[in-house]
């Protein structure tokens, strides 16, 4: 089993719909989860941090972990053209360890 | 906003030649990392640096890779004989001293060997 899934195909929605993403993981030793945004021949931009299960909250976008089914998830409310990037779930077992990355998701906002 | 920076953004090198790719990581930051992706593929880890000496590294990270801080700001990563699998996007990222700070990223080194 991969130590952290996500689904990499691509997605495209209109202008203003809710788009969700998702990764599992099989490392139970992850406690810090993140969410990076990453546009075209740029590195990874930090988008969600969050340390154990719960949500997590910030403008249009809300990031939840369920630690007991190994699962997590991103909400773009409202979603605007600019949102159209790669989006990378990545997490680790410390704050200062080594992240494990999923595949990323390729989201397109069609106006 | 301070951000990580690295040099140069593209670099083309002949398979077998040695290549250095830089980092300037945020300035109060201390712990210091190197990923690579390949193409197609996700970003992968490959070490990290703190105190002056690698605190963890993955088995991609063999005995032709090296890191240094040769200075108060640089950051390195040195390829010593490469090859054509190392053509890759490479990324450095930073994180403060303690536990509870995520990792920022630079935008990349473009690896390509001929």
């Known amino acids: 089993q991969k130590e952290v899934e996500q689904d990499p195909g691509p997605l495209s929605v209109p202008e203003g719909a809710i788009v969700s993403l998702n990764c599992t993981y099989s490392n139970s030793a992850f406690q810090y989860f993140m969410w990076y945004r990453q546009y075209s021949r740029k590195g990874p931009e930090l988008l969600m941090y969050t340390y154990s299960s719960g949500n997590k909250e910030d403008g249009r976008f809300t990031a939840q972990v369920d630690k007991s089914s190994k699962y997590i998830s991103l909400f773009i409310r409202d979603s605007q053209p600019s949102d159209s990037a790669t989006y990378l779930c990545a997490m680790s077992a410390g704050g200062n360890n080594r992240l494990a990355f999923g595949k990323g998701n390729q989201v397109v906002v069609i106006p | 906003e301070p951000e990580v920076t690295q040099t140069p953004s593209h670099q083309v090198t002949q398979m077998g030649q040695e290549v250095i790719l830089r980092c300037v990581p945020i300035?109060?930051?201390?712990?210091f990392y190197w990923y690579r992706q390949i193409l197609g593929q996700k970003v992968e880890f490959l070490v990290s640096f703190y105190n002056n000496e690698i605190s963890e590294k993955s088995e991609i990270f063999d005995d032709q890779f090296s890191v240094e801080r040769p200075d108060g700001s640089n950051f390195t990563l040195k390829i010593r004989s490469t090859k054509l699998e190392d053509s890759a996007m490479y990324f450095c990222a930073s994180t403060q001293d303690y536990s509870n700070q995520p990792q920022h990223f630079g935008d990349g080194t473009r690896l390509s060997i001929l």
């Open positions: 300035s109060n930051h201390l712990y």
